[in-house]
């Protein structure tokens, strides 16, 4: 198990910029750099400089858009499977149980009140099953709505880089670690606490979500305030 907080960084400016994981103590635990020359998205996980997971999309990037990423040990066991989705700037379900009528009322209202989405990821079993998830908090979707956010749109393209969101990471219906991205230019940092207790099983898979999430956050950003 590993000392928390941990931090997350990697350069902003890179085409296919390396993540470092350092903990609480300032060692670094793990690196994370996407092949540039592969026929599916892979993200190679490396512990002191040997393999330690490995995240590989199960659609072809020449031929499909990636949405489905398999989390796999160095053995070759798939030990979850993170698979993107949306998520409405209207949170209903805290109010409503049912998970198929909470997600026809976030669509109805976020459409009759022109809301933005944002990405997030499911962390799901290798059955497919939702076991948990990678998603912005309700203050971030809010944020979104401000005309803060409309005014950022509105300027130079980098100025999106000042947008500081945050992330639950959840198992279940538990928060078991939460992510804040700092507000720095040359170098992207996230700040990644522990809520709750899991094991070192489901640590392994949780960091590997975040990994795969930091990978494609760059481009949400971009997307969603330019």
Known sequence: MYQYPLAFTFPAFSLSPQITVKDAGGVTILSAAKKLISSKEE??????GRLAYS??????????????????????????VVDDDYLSAVDTSKFMPNTLMSSMANNEISNVLNL????????????GSHIGLVAPDQKSLVAMQLPLGQFIRQMPALFFRFITPSYYVRLGEETKMFMQKKRTFFLDTYTLEKRADFTEAEEAILINSVIIALVYERQQLKDLYS
Request: charged content about 20%; cysteine-free.
């Open 43 to 48: 993200v190679i996980v490396t512990a002191a």
């Open 55 to 80: 995240i590989v999309s199960q659609e072809s990037r020449i031929t499909d858009i990636p949405s489905n990423w398999d989390i796999k040990s160095t053995g070759g066991a798939t030990l979850a």
């Open 116 to 127: 933005r989405s944002a990405k997030m990821y499911w962390i799901n079993d290798s059955a």
